[in-house]
């Protein structure tokens, strides 16, 4: 889960579908830079297609499978990856998919180095073939995108809440013990096991081996997935788990809270003491297992990620930054209070504001373990789904403040165009690429301050014309 790179981010409901996070909106993604983990799907891949509609390109036809079995996944369009990078041609791809053998061969003495066996690694990688329909995958770039209520509406529903009570109930011993041990919440252990994988039902039918393997060889991020591909053979040469059991997402996420090759090695634990560490099919391990990861990145045992909170009228948007982090007590200073009424439990503690739809929407204290959460995956709107979706399985009401439901999200043209808008007004100083985060909210923000309108820095299609002079 740790790389700088634009986003491959942590996945969940894998492999569904396959649309990378950073292609949601501004409501709901990151600025490139932002991001931190491998593999962008899972959510991404559940939530993307339905939020992102194709590729500018028509995509070609299914193949047809088997007689009576499901149709064959697409294969690869042929066509250079829209990122631009030289590696993502159709040139290159073709190309290294031809040296894919020898490429995987010269892996061997990096496994032997990790204790691999000779045995083993001609066992696990006899019939990996390069699945190249990654490649679109990878370099996708949607039309259109949806916001972050409708973000929320998918993942934090009736049925998936009713799921989770019953998951808590069935396993309370195996959280009775996480929780005893790793000081984490049970409650977000089960959120996330529900939105990544929606209880286990949703985990991805790729080989994390062909997948790694593949990315390991062909395209722009081969340095990043050598590791992932070489951690996915010290896995199975130790014996935790079974190549059939590692079958995820595109990017090589697996298990019912998805977990990469490299995140397992970190942070898998054996909990039932029977010599391996299975995060796939043992609820023991895969609980300890997710409690593990998120006590290593800082979680505080005992407090909550954040609160919803209300704002006063004119109040200062160049304030919801993650980067001005002040106390409760000063952000009471500031007029914000609770949304249900009720007072903030510790007015000393740190927490940063997140305004997500702006001035017309709700608002969002966020503390410690919101951060952690998007250390899990870092985007804003999973990290706040994660939270509430805890909180309801907690017995919590829904949120208080309603959504701007009214609100179009732009097209990618018109986050394009307002970009270069922006730009050529001196105030977008990056390259336009219709994905939204910090610089194009900074942006947003001095131009809302010129007009004499809230700096919230949310793109609306009203923001859009009166860049547009209309």
């Known amino acids: 889960m740790g790389a700088k790179e634009p986003a491959i981010t942590r996945p969940a409901c894998a492999a569904i579908v396959a649309v990378a996070l950073l292609c949601l909106s501004r409501l709901v993604s990151v600025e490139p830079a932002q991001a931190q983990s491998a593999g962008s799907d899972g959510i991404s891949n559940f939530l993307g297609n339905i939020f992102s509609g194709q590729k500018s390109a028509p995509a070609p036809q299914a193949a047809q499978g088997t007689e009576g079995g499901p149709p064959a996944p697409p294969p690869w369009s042929g066509e250079d990856g829209a990122s631009g990078h030289p590696l993502m041609t159709a040139s290159a791809i073709r190309q290294a998919a031809a040296n894919f053998p020898n490429c995987v061969a010269a892996m061997w003495p990096d496994a032997a180095r990790r204790n691999v066996t000779q045995q083993n690694f001609e066992r696990f990688t006899a019939g990996l073939t390069p699945d190249l329909r990654i490649m679109d ?83 722009r991020r081969q340095a990043y997935f050598k590791d992932e591909f070489l951690t996915a053979l010290e896995i199975l040469n130790r014996g935790d788990l079974r190549p059939e059991q590692m079958r995820g997402s595109w990017a090589g996420a697996f298990g019912p809270t998805q977990f990469m090759p490299t995140s397992f090695k970190r942070y898998a634990v054996d909990a039932d003491g029977d010599g391996r560490r299975d995060v796939v099919d043992n609820v023991a391990d895969l609980i300890a297992s997710t409690a593990n990861n998120l006590r290593k990145d800082g979680w505080q045992s005992g407090q909550s990620w954040g609160y919803e909170v209300m704002l006063p009228q004119g109040f200062n948007f ?153």
Not at 206 to 213: D, G, I, K, M, P
């Open 137 to 219: 995958l990878m370099d996708s770039q949607p039309e259109f995108t949806k916001a972050i209520w409708d973000y929320l509406d998918i993942l934090v529903n009736e049925n998936r809440l009713a799921k989770g009570r019953e998951i808590l109930a069935r396993y309370k011993p195996q959280f009775d013990a996480m929780e005893k041990a790793y000081g984490v919440d049970r409650h977000a252990i089960a959120s996330i096991w529900g939105i990544e994988s929606n209880y286990s039902t949703q985990m991805g039918d790729r080989s994390v081996l062909n997948s790694t393997a593949t990315l390991a060889c062909v395209g």
């Open 318 to 470: 160049m304030l919801a930054d993650k980067a001005k982090a002040m106390t409760i007590a000063q952000w009471q200073g500031q007029g914000l209070t609770r949304a249900d009424g009720r007072p903030f439990p510790n007015p000393a503690e740190k927490a940063y504001l997140l305004a997500p739809a702006g001035a017309r929407g709700p608002g969002f204290l966020m503390l410690q373990n919101f951060r952690v959460i998007m250390k899990y995956n870092p985007a804003e709107a999973y990290a706040l789904a994660i939270g509430h979706f805890a909180d309801r399985l907690r017995g919590d009401p829904p949120l208080v403040q309603p959504w701007p439901r009214q609100e179009r999200v732009l097209s990618r043209a018109e986050r394009l165009e307002l970009q270069q808008l922006l730009a050529q007004r001196g105030l977008y100083k990056a390259a336009p690429d219709g994905q939204f985060g910090g610089q194009t909210r900074e942006a947003l923000r001095g131009f809302q301050a010129s007009i004499g309108v809230p700096a919230d820095g949310f793109a609306s299609y009203e923001v859009l014309e009166r860049l547009r002079g209309r």
